[in-house]
């Protein structure tokens, strides 16, 4: 099977098109992990991370996915009885719940329909009711109807008053936009190698707070592949992990935090705003109802109902095998009923002409009137500030 | 940095080196992971796994260290309070007895000196004396030492007896000596990428028999991430790994694996007999005594004593500087005392005689008298066979 001959353009929420230099890196040959290469990459990867987090503070990098990175952060964290609040508003917040229970906390679960998030008003009132708080687990950003919450940069504050702590998974949104993690005074940013940072996928990065770092160093789990405490000891002795790290992934990693610093990660964040913006505009003037209030809508992960007739796997059968073009579908109980593009990475340009021109066809392939000339011309207008 | 102009022979025991072929692979397009591109190159490994394992009963794929597909299979499997029998011989088989009790089992050891592994009948003995057993976790080849248990065919039918499972570590020893999952009738066997499969660190790949597969899917665990029964789930529902998988590594993996069989798996293990005879023949000629006894001698990690007045760190420095040669020191204990050698993966003439070369001429750089000319000479005649 020749897997470069069916070459596609990725637009679904991560793993997103990896750059050519960054696949490329990843040839280099391999070094032993316990030896000076590994170090200074290590150590540019964690200088590099450092900026892209916004974060004087440990950053450490598990071989695994997004999934084990959030995983590592809650468990480290979380012991049994632990209060622990969580906004729920979509599947992967209400993993993180499931979660919390598993392993004996208490998962304090503040709701919202799928669409809008919990309002910072909602959480607050909550907090104060509870008082007893160990943590705040917070996805930032849930990539299954594609909702954001907006009140992240407020949080910090009220964890402070009850001395909790704050976990975010930030996997479907950093580099993507902002998350400011000291300013925002957040203990610990999970994030994955294959969203907004373009990289392929197979790595989770955590920045981890001092107050966080502390905790986890004294704290005994009954973990060993993610137990962080041995993540910041070897990272801080020698630059190394403590088991032995997918090197060729660290390679990518390296080069992918190389081109955000590039670009500058001000600029990048702007990017996504921009793309996502062609998107919803164009989708919205080609008939189509975008799932999320506005006020909780992503800049990564953009999300509209199907118009009744359309029926989602030819939808996307179709965009994949005429143009190339792959999106998502919905997730559990929106399978069928929405589809989503991510709009991470790379994505520019092309990426969004090519996946808007490929939608719109569609549309009309599907019994839509779609006035695709004036669209397509508007999101060019929109996308020349990229 | 440029790694490209460092290329070195990495004969370390593990990651080791990576056939062109295999690193190239990893440079192919992204895919999505829940598209039929992704259900086609994980059904191709597990077929090919399944050959390399030789097993006819589950495989599945995580995107880890061998560390973390260890923790998986014990934590899968062992439960609180449960008793599990452990020959303790070497770093590795000592970290998994810690595991066990981290997870509130009870490891009852069999310990042997290092250099040496416990022997069946004591392994027999202690289990007749336990009775009450849950498993039998075996680490085939401990890395540490380089030693190897010789009696691994002949477990299962003790466990039987017992009704216990066998978890096997073979991270640093599949596909570079046999082992017969089913034929030997063991329950999980674990590797991992980076050793003799000669794929890039970050996967481990376990082969699950049926009977293991029945507890593990009506079990409840507290890991996610880790839930074996999830993998074994996705995998049979639809070729699919329930996290985002690191898809560059299943690249390599996949073309490591058509490497495997095409050169055939017999004789690949011959290979590494042949190699692993040309380096313990040679050093001993050389005047180094080895550090493993020979009935525990391992074939793919090759342990020698530093004779009196040679360091270590000095020693390896010299090869690595002067030859681009890169070997193993001694772990924990024996830090100072032993060196490495990786006869893993791709390793041929060519890997042997330089990584030979490489050492004698430092053994004379350190004082040491050694004839040179006739111990490659009798190595080369060794490796004609190969």
Redesign the interface.
Same mark, same amino acid.
Request: proline share 10%; hydrophobic share 35%; net charge positive.
């Given at each position: 099977?020749d897997?470069?001959q069916?070459?596609?353009l990725?637009m679904?929420p991560?793993?997103? &098109?990896?750059p050519e230099r960054v @696949?490329?890196a990843?040839?280099?040959?391999?070094? &032993?992990?316990?030896?000076n290469?590994f170090h200074?990459?290590y150590k &540019?990867i964690q200088e590099k991370a450092r900026k892209v987090f916004e974060t004087e503070q440990n950053i450490v990098v598990l071989?695994?996915?997004?999934?084990?990175g959030v995983?590592a952060a809650i468990s480290n964290i979380v012991k049994k009885g632990d209060n622990v609040i969580i906004p729920v508003f979509g599947e992967f917040s209400r993993?993180v719940a499931q979660?919390v229970r598993?392993?004996?906390g208490n998962p304090i679960c503040i709701e919202a329909p799928l669409g809008s998030a919990p309002s910072f008003e909602e959480v607050k009132a909550k907090t104060e009711e509870v008082r007893k708080i160990k943590a705040f687990c917070i996805v930032y950003n849930d990539t299954s109807p594609g909702t954001k919450i907006n009140w992240l940069d407020k949080i910090a504050n009220v964890a402070l008053d009850f001395n909790a702590f704050t976990i975010v998974d930030a996997v479907s949104i950093l580099a993507g936009d902002e998350l400011p993690m000291d300013k925002w005074g957040i203990d610990i940013v999970v994030t994955?190698s294959?969203k907004c940072l373009a990289a392929?996928?197979? @790595?989770a990065i955590l920045g981890i707070s001092e107050k966080a770092t502390k905790y986890v160093m004294k704290n005994e789990i009954? @973990?060993?592949?993610?137990n962080l405490a041995k993540y910041i000891e070897y990272s801080n002795l020698r630059k190394e992990t403590p088991?032995?790290?997918?090197?060729? @992934?660290f390679?990518?990693l390296d080069e992918a935090l190389s081109l955000v610093l590039e670009e500058g990660l001000q600029r990048r964040i702007q990017r996504h705003r921009i793309t996502a913006k062609a998107f919803y505009e164009s989708l919205e003037a080609a008939g189509l109802k975008p799932f999320v209030k506005p006020e909780a809508r992503s800049n990564t992960v953009i999300s509209f109902e199907y118009p009744e007739n359309i029926e989602d796997k030819k939808f996307r059968e179709n965009l994949e095998k005429n143009f190339g073009v792959?999106i998502?579908g919905g997730f559990g109980e929106l399978r069928g009923k929405i589809f989503r593009i991510g709009n991470m990475g790379e994505v520019n340009r092309y990426h969004v002409l090519t996946t808007l021109n490929a939608i719109l066809i569609s549309l009309s392939d599907f019994g839509l009137k779609v006035e695709n000339e004036e669209i397509i011309q508007n999101a060019r207008r929109t996308l020349e500030a990229v």
């Open positions: 099977m897997y470069q069916k070459k596609k990725l679904i991560g793993p997103t &098109n990896v @696949l490329h990843m040839t280099k040959p391999m070094i &032993n992990h316990r030896g290469e200074d990459l &540019n071989s695994s996915s997004g999934t084990g995983e993993r979660y598993l392993i004996g994955a294959q392929p996928p197979g @790595l009954h @973990l060993e592949y993610f088991y032995t790290p997918a090197v060729p @992934l390679y990518a792959v998502a």
